[in-house]
C-alpha cells in the first residue's frame, strides 16, 4: 500500500516537475507586436498575450533597467488593436487603466466585433524620459515569478533620415523639406523632461537636423522669426501632429504653387522650400495672415511657417510670393536688397507677381495706401531711398507700408508698360521701374 502511494506520489511531482519545466520553457505570458512613433521614442505600447488558463497580473516594471516615468495597461473591447494612435486618441472600445487593475486573462477564441462586455486585447503602455531601449515586465503565474523581456532598441535603431520630397519641372528641381518630425521629436522630449531646457532641447532637435540639410546656416533666418522653442508646448505638438497627418496634401499645394509660378517665371538652379509649424503664440500671423508665414533667402531658399487653420489659397499665394524673391534675388543678387528702395520694391514685385499666378486672393498687405499715409511714405522714399540703414526701411513695415507701396509702384510700371514681359520687369533696376510708373518723382 505504502508503494502505491509512493509511486502516485512519485507521478505527481513529477507532472508537476514537468509543468513547471513546461512553464519555464514556456512563459504564459508573451509580446505579440510593438507600437510606437518615430518622432516619440519615449513612448511605446507593447502588445501582450496570456497563453495560460489563469489570469496574470504585473508586478513590476522596468525600463532601461531604470523605473519607468509612468506605465498603463491599455485593453479594448473590440477587435480594434491597443496600439500607439490609441495612446493619443483611443477609439470606442480602448480604454487605459493603473497596471494593478487589470488582470490579463487568455483571450477569448471567437468574439462578435460589437460584444464590449469582453476584453479582447491587453497592451503595456510605457512612458519614460530616455529613449526606451528595452522593457522587462515581472509578474506570477500560479504563485511562479515570471520576467518577460522586450527588446525595443530595434524601434529607435530604424533612422528614416530628414524627409524630402523632390521633382523636376522644365529643367529646375525643387526639394521640399517638411519639419515636422523633427518639431515633435522636441515636443515628446519636454514632454518626458518637463525641467529641461527648451532653449538647448529646440536646437539639438530641430536647430541642428535642419543645418545639417541646408546647403548655408539658415535657422535664424528661417526660424527667427515664426518658430521658437515656444513657450505652448501642448498647442505646438497638437498643431504639428495635424500638420503631419495633412502633409501630403500641404506637399500637393505646394508643388502645384511652384508649378503655376515656374510657367511664368523659370530661374535656374535647385530650389529648397523647407516647411515648419507655426509658433502657436504668433498671433500676428494667426489674426492677419490666414496662418501661414513665408521668407526667402539667397541660393533658392524659401521658407514656409503654416498653422492647421491655413487658408489653402493663402499659402499658394504665399508660395508664388517667395518663389519671385528667390528668382528676383538669384537674377539680381545683392542688388534687390542694397537700399530701402530696393527693398521695398522687391516685396512690391513679389506681390505683383504672386496677384498675377492667383488673381482671385486679395492679401490685406497689398490695399492701397490712404492719400495721406501714402504721401508720407513717399516722402520716407524720396529722401531715404537710397539709404542702406535698413531702420528706416523697418518703419515703412509698420502697417505694411513697405508691401503696399511697393505693390503700387509696380502695378503701375506694369500698367504703364504692358509690353514688359514679368522676367524683364523682374530684371530691371528699381529705379527705372520707379521712373516708369506714376511714382517717378519719388526718384526725381
Known amino acids: ?68 516615468k509612468s506605465t498603463e ?17 483611443a477609439s470606442e472600445g480602448v480604454s487605459f487603466h ?29 512612458y519614460h524620459n530616455q529613449e526606451i531601449q528595452n522593457v522587462k515586465l515581472k509578474y506570477k503565474y500560479l504563485g511562479i515569478p ?16 530628414q524627409k524630402k520630397y523632390s521633382f523636376t519641372y522644365n529643367g529646375q528641381t525643387f526639394h521640399l523639406h517638411p519639419y515636422f518630425e523633427e518639431l515633435l521629436h522636441y515636443t515628446s522630449f519636454i514632454n518626458a523632461n518637463p525641467d529641461a531646457s527648451k532653449k538647448d532641447a529646440f536646437d539639438q532637435f530641430v536647430i541642428e537636423p535642419f543645418n545639417e540639410h541646408a546647403p548655408v546656416d539658415l535657422s535664424y533666418s528661417m526660424l527667427g522669426m515664426h518658430l521658437s522653442s515656444t513657450t505652448n508646448i501642448g498647442q505646438l505638438e497638437q498643431n504639428t501632429l495635424v500638420l503631419l497627418e495633412s502633409e501630403s496634401h500641404i506637399i500637393d499645394l505646394i508643388k502645384e504653387a511652384i508649378i503655376q509660378s515656374a510657367d511664368l517665371l523659370p530661374m535656374e538652379g535647385d530650389t529648397n522650400i523647407y516647411l515648419f509649424p507655426l509658433d502657436p503664440n504668433d498671433f500676428f500671423v494667426l489674426h492677419n495672415m490666414e496662418g501661414v508665414a513665408g521668407i526667402a533667402y539667397y541660393g533658392n531658399n524659401i521658407g514656409i511657417s503654416i498653422d492647421p487653420s491655413y487658408n489653402e489659397e493663402a ?10 524673391h528667390v528668382a528676383d534675388l538669384s537674377y539680381n543678387g545683392i542688388l ?95 529705379k527705372e521701374i520707379v521712373l516708369g510708373s506714376d511714382y517717378s518723382n519719388i526718384v526725381d
Open 1 to 68: 500500500m505504502k508503494n502505491k502511494k509512493f509511486i502516485v506520489l512519485a507521478i505527481i511531482l513529477i507532472i508537476l516537475i514537468g509543468y513547471y519545466l513546461f512553464l519555464r520553457l514556456n512563459p504564459p505570458l508573451h509580446s505579440s507586436g510593438m507600437s510606437y512613433n518615430s518622432y516619440d521614442p519615449y513612448t511605446i505600447v507593447i502588445e501582450l498575450e496570456n497563453d495560460g488558463f489563469g489570469g496574470i497580473k504585473i508586478q513590476d516594471v522596468l525600463v532601461n533597467n531604470l523605473e519607468p
Open 73 to 89: 495597461i491599455g485593453i479594448s473591447h473590440s477587435n480594434q488593436m491597443v496600439t500607439i494612435s490609441e495612446v493619443r486618441e
Open 98 to 126: 493603473d497596471i494593478q487593475e487589470i488582470t490579463i486573462k487568455k483571450p477569448p477564441q471567437t468574439v462578435g466585433d460589437e460584444d464590449f462586455d469582453t476584453i479582447q486585447h491587453y497592451a503595456l503602455a510605457v
Open 146 to 161: 515570471f520576467e518577460l523581456d522586450v527588446d525595443a532598441s530595434q524601434l529607435q535603431e530604424k533612422e528614416t533620415g
Open 315 to 324: 499659402l499658394q499665394y504665399g508660395v508664388a510670393h517667395e518663389y519671385h
Open 336 to 430: 534687390a536688397t542694397s537700399n530701402v528702395l530696393n527693398f521695398t520694391l522687391l516685396e512690391g514685385k513679389a506681390d505683383a507677381f504672386a496677384q498675377i499666378v492667383y488673381p482671385e486672393f486679395q492679401a490685406p498687405w497689398t490695399e492701397p495706401l490712404s492719400s495721406e499715409n501714402e504721401s508720407a511714405v513717399i516722402e520716407i522714399l524720396k529722401e531715404h531711398g537710397n539709404s542702406t540703414d535698413m531702420s528706416i526701411y523697418n518703419q515703412l513695415r509698420s502697417g505694411w507700408s513697405n508691401y503696399k507701396i511697393g505693390n503700387q509702384i509696380i502695378t503701375s510700371y506694369i500698367q504703364n508698360n504692358p509690353d514688359k514681359s514679368i522676367l524683364e520687369w523682374t530684371q530691371l533696376d528699381p
